[in-house]
């Protein structure tokens, strides 16, 4: 015991002897920690932005974006921008780590699954004074704002839109042709189009095109949503027969074999590789791949809203900013993220990445009003949705979905059994 | 006559194992490098080439010129040197003390630095942030040599241990007796027999701290990003690329092994530096 | 070598007593303070954190419920089934990665020490698996597993031992081992480097006096290289363990402990828990995890103990 208190004794010394001799030099942190005085508008100003980027051409253009908003704003502010990886989405979690040990940025681009875990740790700012007295706050569809809302759970905005995506179905109109399949109009169609265009095109008794790219790793709730609401169900019951019956019509495309056999651990890299390359017929992502699809086909490739059956819906994909409580420039942030959602920044990354604008005046542009891909995207809009955004949905996401989904996929689990399975899992058992 | 069923005998104990060994520890090797010199059509053909039919060197160019790739590895480098020069000189005293010296607590010292390394570091990552934060080396390649340093000694202490423990005693008796002190027998005995066993234990922390990514990306910012972490910036929500990921993992993987074919060298040396025959 | 060193340095008594007699002295505590006060003044609070957050319900997500609820934590662990399917998971990974790392890395070891041609490249480039970046092996292993694409699917085909494309990650009988094979190939350079370290301190001489005694070489590998080196394997074998047991970098890039939870080890288990950010209940499996570790070392270590004391 003697030992034991001594040994402590020793450690607390030597921490608190660490801890005083180094903490002078803190000040070397970027800016996160910088300027004590309030942003009058004519001292210079830092804030550290993180942002993750989708591949190398857009992480070179938000550098761009930033040179340009440092050299263009009137308020002498200097945006700091950090590039963190995605990681499958463990970027948030990053963020959030930080930001639990006192550090992090002063702004980051944001996705709106992780505002509950966020905002209930206090760590975000709320934008409710500065979006009321924004000068653009109309340029931005007020839907987008209740969206925002909903996400943190309270009738306050504590993230800043940015841009959209909309899920639809990719497909390749020869393979249509060959098959002799049109554009399917309803869910039925849609169903019997996965079943027509699976094919063995070489005779071999092999199947060489599947009619759907399935994708059962993470991010493949999104489109799976789509199933359960075309038959009449919805998220906020997941036992409804009706649910049931949309997971059942997801598991008989992989067990009658419409869909590659790797489905279960097919993430976006498998699907979208399995269309590029032809292997499937038709798949679901949203405009962020068709500069690239495009570039493969050519003409060959095209897109069409998912179909209706009972009800309809599809899954909007999101990014927006959030400015940090701890953010000791608010202003100038908000100016920052102003500049991303309505002003120049808006139309630069929107036109690179493809993404849905969202500012009214950027989305009345040319090219994207001329882009088929947009329109379909600006088409599927009305019948887009979210997940619940509760505090287990980044769990959920994660792992009980593809989990249970796989489980579902190899016959283990009914589709009720799973259906009860990701019921739980979002609200709890009861 | 004798020579030829020598040869025969050593294509079957040697040649042949170490053939069937070096294929299956170097073919992903071989496959990441043919995967880098790919265009990505060919990488997602019906029909799979075992080499590219059109072979490109785009993504090294680009990794070079547009990513200057060299500023992750420099600092990798940094973070790692430091790491194993601080770890080896540390854990070579205390491995010398668990080996060598009878005292109280000794089993409990031993144990609590094997408990160290068995706790999962996730759960350790908010508070460790928060330290690097307030001693103010956050975002300071001082901040990863400080956290590995802590995963690494541990191991180190007791490879050591291990290694000192094999080593026979009499050696550094006699030279006690001899009426060397323990400083002076520990540096001129102990010591060169111990290289080879410091060279691996080093190559063990070395590659700790290369690979290393959860610490990386919480305590590293654009300034001094590691390797993992550049590459790992690679993989976005639209999908791995992998023309720039395999040809960063081929480039970062050349000059250790490089490295290492020099150090190697060193193996082989203890035991005629310590002169343990004469 | 010895007739110089008599001429260096008066006697120091003390020393010699202390090492022949065990005598403690306070140079041991000096020796291993540095290495003590690095690793405590880390980790010590963050650990103690994470042990008082077992007995917590500390989930980030609900920050207000945050409070002290004894053993509950605890209880729900054992009542998990996939606290138990994980744990067996995590055995039969420690079990077939590091026997087969062990065994394969041995071999090398052996096969490295004789004198080739050649010699220093073979031991230069068998190190590259380890070499390789964690977030690298993971995404080439599954390039190499590739349902679609992969090109063990195409060699298995080329040599007609299969008939169809097997999606090795996807199915849930597949997932497991093929998670396991990548273990073992990242671990074989470990052991074989460590081992190779130990072999050079075994003299000779014991090698001459065993050829003498006309033993063969794979009797001089049991009577003479093993016992010789036996610290270095105990230790090996024993870090080896802890190291594998607890990662996770490989499955998770690979397979996240998919599909279906078939590949998930207890690490993975608490690390997808942990992400999530249900501090109490994944540190309440760390620590489980740990004691079990320890279980798994106790016996290890009383053998080692004992060997040193004779």
Redesign the interface.
Known sequence: MK?FLSITLALTMSMTM??AC?????????ASSAAETSSAASKPVTITHWY?????D???KMQEMVKDFNATNKSNITVVA???????GAYSE?LF??A????GPDTAAWKLTSTPLFTSNKLLANLDNYIANWKDKDDIDPSLYNTMKQAGGSDSIYVMPWNTQVLYVYYRPSMFKAAGVSVPKTYDEFLEACKKLTRDTDGDGKIDVYGFGMRGAKGGQEPWGSFVWARGGDFENLTTPEAIAGMQDFIDLYKNGYAPKTAPTDG??EI??NF???KTAMTIHHI??SK?MVK?FGDDVAAFPFPAGKKQWTSMGDTENVIFEKCQNKDAAFEWLAYLATGKGQETWCVTTGNVPVSKRVQQMDEFQNNEFMKVSIEGQFSAGIFPILDTTTEWINTTWPNTVASALSGKTSAADAMKTLQEGLYGKK | MRESKNKTL?IFT??L??LV??V??????Y??LV?SLKPE?E????T?T?WPMHTTFDSYH?LFV??NFLKPMSNSFVVAIITTILSLA??V??A???S????????A????????????T??????????M????????PMSLV??Y??FT???S???L???L????MSL???????????A?AFL?IILP?LI??L???G??IF?TS??E?TFA??FT??ANRT???A????????????D???A??II??IP???M??FA??R??E??TAG???? | ??SQ??N?????FK??I???H?K??I???L??A???I??LA??F???V??IL?SFQSYDLRRPSQIGFIGLENYMEVFQDSLFWSSLVRTALWVIFGVGFQFI?GF??AL??N?K?KGR??????????????????G???R??YDGS???LN?ILLRLHLIQDKIPYLAQESTSFPSVVVTII?QG???FA??L???L??V??ELYEAADIDGANKLQQLFRVTIP?????I???T??RI??V??S??VIFNMTGGGPAYSSQTL?VY??NK??SLN?GY??AM?IL??LL??LV?VPY?KNM?K??EA
């Open positions: 030992r660490l801890t180094a903490q002078k030099p803190a000040e070397s942190q970027p993750w980027a989708d591949n190398s857009y992480s070179a950090q590039e963190y990886p995605w990681d499958g990053n780590t930080a639990m040990g006192g550090g976006f890299n979208i590789a590029k390359s032809g962020g791949s690239d493969t | 050593k040697l040649y194992p170490l060994l070096l299956f520890l170097l073919f992903p090797f496959w990441t995967t059509q990488l997602y053909g019906s799979v075992y680009k547009d990513f540390v854990s005293l205390a010398y003390a668990f060598r010296y009878r005292f109280k607590g000794r089993k010292f031993m144990m609590l630095f094997l408990t160290n390394n068995m706790f999962p996730v759960l350790l990552l908010i508070p460790l942030y928060s330290i934060r307030n001693i103010g080396i956050l975002y300071t400080l956290s340093t802590t000694i541990p191991f202490v007791w490879l241990n291990g290694y423990n094999d080593l026979p550094e008796e006699a030279a006690l007796v001899d009426g060397c002190n323990r002076k001129r027999i080879p066993c060279v691996a234990t190559v063990y590659m290369w690979n990514y990306v919480m910012n654009e390797i993992p972490v590459l790992k910036n690679l993989i976005g929500q639209l999908g791995v690329q992998w720039l990921l395999t960063g993992g970062t993987i250790v092994c490089i290492f074919f190697q060298k193996l082989v203890g035991l002169a343990v025959k004469g | 070598m010895g060193l008599k260096i340095a008066a006697p120091d020393e010699v202390g090492l022949l065990k403690t002295t140079w041991p505590y020796l291993i540095p290495a003590l690095v690793i880390v980790v609070v963050p650990a954190n994470a957050m394969f071999i090398l096969l490295l004789r080739f220093g490249i073979a031991r230069s480039i068998s190190l590259i698996p380890w070499v390789t970046p964690g977030v690298l092996i995404l080439m292993w390039w190499i694409y992969g090109v195409d190939w074989i350079p470990f480097l460590m190779m370290a130990g050079q301190g003299p000779n010789s080196i036996k610290n270095t105990y230790v090996t024993l870090l802890i190291w047991a607890n996770v970098d690490s608490i690390f942990a992400n501090l994944s540190s760390s995890l740990t570790l320890l070392a270590l103990f060997n040193q």
